[in-house]
């Protein structure tokens, strides 16, 4: 997957802790990645078990 596209948490920070990415524009799914390794693996979620799981962190 190329580079742009890639969003990371608002909770995190530019102080190299541990941070998410995802993208938004894949349809039914969820590409997540570690931010410090972009070019490692990419874990891919159902986009109904992403909101899921949101939920549950939320709440």
Request: glycine share 10%; proline share 3%.
């Amino acid at each position: 997957m190329a580079d742009n596209g890639w969003r990371k948490s608002t909770y995190s920070d530019n102080q190299g802790g541990n941070c998410l990415e995802v993208r938004d524009d894949t349809p039914g799914i969820v590409p997540v990645r570690d931010s410090k390794v972009q070019n490692g693996d990419t874990l891919t979620i159902g986009a109904d078990a992403w909101t899921s799981f949101l939920h549950h962190i939320k709440h």
